[in-house]
Structures are given as C-alpha cells and as structure tokens.
C-alpha cells in the first residue's frame, strides 16, 4: 500500500489513503473526503494542479492522458495522475494541491 498524502497550499494535511494505480490520484483523494477542484478532468486548465513535495518517483503522471498544460517539474495534474504499479508498499506521496 503507497501512502498518498494530500495537503492544501499551507501545506496542511487534507486526508490520506492507500493510492492505487487504477483511479486518478484527485478521483481518490475526493473518495476519501478531500474535494479536489476538477473542472476539465482531461488535463486541460490546471484546476488540479499540485506540487508533489516526496515521492514523484512513485507517480505515473500520464496515466489518464497527458497534461495540455505547463507544469514544473514538482508539479502534476491530479486528475492524469495516479501511482506507479510498481511503486513499492512502503512508498509514501505527498501532494500539495495549489488552488485548496
Ligand atoms: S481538472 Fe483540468 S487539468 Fe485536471
């Protein structure tokens, strides 16, 4: 199980869970009581935008799609995101939504 952490711009905790590979990480973090902004959901205008501050290594960005706009390279859309099937159980994620 990859910890997935989800934290607001303050740097904040918002929620965490056990991330899969199979659900975008914004679809995840909402089931979990987190409501991420989600406008376009194609990866289109960066509502979803976060900064991954650790474990990048562990994200599949690209696993819904492929981001229509400029990101840094700690930045991702979390709703193409999601975490790499081969991250390993004691992998831990930390996501900073930008607009929450
Ligand atoms: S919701 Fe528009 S880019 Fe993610």
Redesign the pocket.
């Known amino acids: 199980m990859v910890k997935v952490i989800i934290k607001d711009n303050s740097g904040d905790e918002l929620t965490n869970f056990a991330g899969n590979c199979d659900d975008p990480i914004?679809t995840q973090a909402q089931e979990n009581g987190t409501e991420v902004p989600?406008?376009?959901?194609?990866?289109?205008?960066?509502?979803?935008k976060g900064k991954c501050t650790k474990g990048r290594e562990f994200i599949n960005e690209t696993a819904f799609g492929n981001p229509q706009?400029d990101l840094a390279d700690d930045e991702v859309?979390?709703?193409?995101c999601a975490i790499k099937k081969d991250a390993p159980a004691e992998a831990e994620v930390e996501i900073e939504l930008e607009s929450l």
């Open positions: 914004s989600v406008a376009c959901g194609v990866g289109v205008c960066g509502s979803c706009v859309l979390t709703c193409l």
